[in-house]
Every structure is written in C-alpha cells, then in structure tokens.
DNA sequence: TGTACATCAGTGAACGCGCGTTCACTGATGTAC
DNA sequence: TGTACATCAGTGAACGCGCGTTCACTGATGTAC
C-alpha cells in the first residue's frame, strides 16, 4: 500500500514523522511533477506507446516510484484523466451550456472560450481528439453521457428558434452545427504543428485564428442574399 | 526469408511447384484479407495497442503467418500506409490540387471530393487523425513534405486573388481556410460514432453533411454586407 | 537537549507475462521425366 | 500414367526482450519522552 493508512480517530496523535503538514501525496511536489511529465508524453505519442519507463526517465526518477505514486499504470491514467482532462472538458462545458443569449453571441462565446482554454493548454486538444476519437478511450463515455448532450442539445435549439423566425441561414444543419464548430477549433489546435511547418505563420496567433473563425462562421450562418 | 528467391535467368524453367501462375505473395488472397483485419483493428484501437496475436485470432491464423507474409510488425504498418493510407491520401490530393477554377468551384470540389473518398473508406479519417496528429505518425512527414505543400499553396493562392480582387470576405485567412476546411470535413466523419450516440440523426447522410458544410462555407466566404 | 524510534519519500533488483520474432517442420500442390 | 521431388502456404513451440509490477530495503525527517 502506497497511501498511509487512515489516522484512527481514537489515536490523540500520531507517533512518527508527520504527513507533510498538509495532507499525504495528494498536492505533492513529486507527484504533480511526474503528472506533468507523463501528460505531455501521452500527448505527443499516445498512452498505450507511451512505458512508464520513459515517464520515469524524462522525470529523472524510478519506475518504482510512479507506482509508489499511483499504484499502476491505469491509475495513473485515471488520474491524468480526473485531474486535468476532466476539469477542463467540464470548465468547457460549464461556460457553454450558458445563459440564454442570441445565436450569434453563443457562438462568438463558443468558439472564443473553446480557443482560450485549449491554448492556455496546448496537450488538450491532441489527447482528448485521441481519447474521444478511439473506440475505448477514457473520455469518450464520459463526454458522449454527460458533457456533450447538455451543449449540443442546447445549440440545436438555439439554431432551430433561429431558423424558424427566419433570423439565420436555413441550409444549415441544426444537429451538425455543434460538429462543425468543434471541428473548426479544436482540430486546428491539435494539428497546428503540422500547418506551421507547411508554410512559415509564426504572426498566426490564437487571437488571428480565432477572428478567421468568427469570420467565417458567423458571415456563414447569415441568411443568403435573396435573388 | 519469406519471400522465394529471385529465378536466375540461367534456368530455363523452375523445378517444383510453380508461383501461383500471377507471381508470388503481391496480390494473395490470403494477404489481402490480413491487410483487411489489420487496417480495421488498427484504425479501431490504435497501432501501438493492437498486438499482432489480435489480427491473427480475428483473421483465424497464427501470429506466425503474419510474419510469414510482412516480415515484421512494422514491416505491416508500412504496408497498410503503402497500399491503402497513401494512395488514398494521393487520390485526394490529385483530385485537389486540379486545375484553375473560380474559389467556389474549388471549395465545392475540395468538400465533395473529401466526403466522398471518405465516406467510402470509413477507417480513414480516424486512422489518418492519429497517424498525422501523433509525433512520430508515419503519415505524417509524408504529408508535411508532398500532399498539403501542393494543395495547400494553391488554396491560399486562390483565396488571396480573390481577396484582392474584393470577391469574397477579407477577414478570412488565406492560409487557415485550408485548415478549416480538413476541420470541417475529416473531423466530423471521424467523430461520427460520438454525435450519432448523442442525438438521434440516422437521416444525416454523407449528402445531408456536404450541404450543411458547403452551406456554412460558400456563405461565410462571400462578402459581407455593407451597412 | 539528547536519544530512540516511527514514518516518510524513494530505490534497486528481481519477477512474471505478453509481445514480436524465429525456426524446424508439415501436408498439399504441382512439375519433371 | 506413375513416381520422385521441389516448392508452396501455413503451423507449433520456443525464444529473448521489455514491459508493468513487486518487495525488501535505505537514508532523511520529524516526534515523543
């Protein structure tokens, strides 16, 4: 057992070195260290390709010391997926299942909010494509039960009260909106190294993307010229 | 060695069994259907998380033969891209890179021809997301260096004629609407499974997709209105 | 203040297991004479 | 036509290796008295 044993509440006080005055392993130096490390190498070249071998090495530590840590391999996965995956898709999905605005105020909001959380961390978008997309990722139960139903079905209502008063453009699918707008955001994100070493744009920055995404989202949700 | 020695040209005619009349291995039955298996369980799970015991159980072979036929795991992976990721790939940016029409004719092309190639080879767009997104994918310094160059230039081309010329909407980027439009296209099919869980949409065909695409995109691209 | 000791973070060496791979072998299929 | 044999597709059992994991152990750090 790596985890301490619980303090039995009769015991006044504990013999021994204490629990580093703020509790044991959990807000650990070591511990979110080696959560950092192993993040990034997930991210670059997927979980099942990546050894705790290489994890420890990166880390300059011992395999040994991430099962001290984390009990095996899974956990450590569980934990990257609770403790940093998770909050994330959920802080996404808090800020878009929103208040009741306009159509095209959502969607600026949408597509801003999805760009400033996935650049402020930039492992997100390549491990949750691939945690999503794989057949058994982690993510995918996750996000298909609670997080997306609560944003999708609520663009889609937003898209259709839209179209029915005539306010945006009707060839638009009210179901693929939501799709659409991941794919415009997240997948750019997460193929970003790819598209700046076919063309030097280093002056591409989050906020030029994002105006390029606006751009043409909401110019293309208008309502086509009548002729 | 696997694969039979090179006849020398000296013999007149081979001793024994002959060479199954067409040549030997290329185009085997039996390689074939190992390609089949392979490509499918790779694109489901990943390459690095499929064991090559799992493609000889679901082909009903020994994991033996596989090497019999590939010569080694990797030698596999080289063959699937080969012969079913990179002529496709090929195919896509032959058909992309085409000849001097108007933005909208091209932008139209580029989604049809998208949906349709992968719509017919549904493993594509997961495996191709994972081989192109991963660090070291072997698809993707094929991609960086020969297909999206060519494409790629030629997009940003047309688009910034056409904005120089004031035809269609200036706040796009030349550059990133390549990018958008993979997003837009690869994205969706291969988070199919994921929204088709979410709401019930099996009337979403492939067509049904394309005209939501092409009409949120030929849209956003025009100019916007004056006021 | 000093001493005994409980608990800590972390290690080093070894373990079993499953992986990719090898190799001697087999029965079937065809050719040569 | 019959027989000897060369080559075929494919197998079964074993191999070494690297993986995740285990476990006895260590020096440092703090507490109790």
Redesign the interface.
């Given at each position: 057992m790596p985890k301490p044993p619980k303090p039995s509440p009769t015991t006044p006080r504990r013999r021994g070195r204490p629990t580093a005055s703020t509790g044991p392993g959990r807000d650990n130096d070591a511990r979110v260290h080696l959560l950092d490390v192993a993040l990034r190498l997930f991210a670059?070249?997927?979980i099942?390709?990546t050894p705790l071998s290489l994890i420890a090495r990166k880390a300059k530590v011992t395999p040994a010391l991430l099962h001290y840590y984390f009990g095996s391999k899974d956990k450590l996965v569980d934990a990257i997926v609770d403790e940093r995956l998770q909050p994330l898709s959920a802080a996404l999905g808090q800020r878009l299942a929103g208040d009741d605005r306009d159509l095209r105020g959502a969607v600026e909001d949408f597509v801003s909010t999805m760009l400033e959380l996935l650049s402020a961390n930039p492992w997100f978008p390549?491990l949750w494509?691939?945690e999503?997309?794989?057949?058994?990722g982690l993510l995918?139960k996750r996000?298909?039960e609670r997080v997306?139903?609560l944003v999708?079905?609520r663009v889609?209502e937003v898209v259709q009260q839209a179209q029915h008063h005539g306010q945006i453009?009707p060839?638009?699918?009210p179901?693929?909106?939501?799709?659409?707008l991941?794919?415009?955001?997240?997948?750019?994100l997460?193929?970003q190294p790819?598209?700046r070493?076919?063309?030097p744009?280093d002056d591409?920055t989050t906020e030029?993307?994002r105006?390029?995404?606006l751009?043409?989202?909401l110019?293309?949700?208008?309502l086509?010229?009548a002729h």
């Open positions: 670059e070249q997927g099942a390709a390549q494509l691939r999503v997309l794989n057949e058994g995918r996000l298909i997306a139903p999708a079905h889609r453009n060839d638009i699918d179901r693929l909106l939501m799709v659409s991941i794919g415009l955001t997240v997948f750019p997460a193929a790819i598209w070493a076919i063309y744009c591409i030029v993307l105006r390029h995404v751009a043409l989202v110019r293309g949700l208008e086509p010229d």
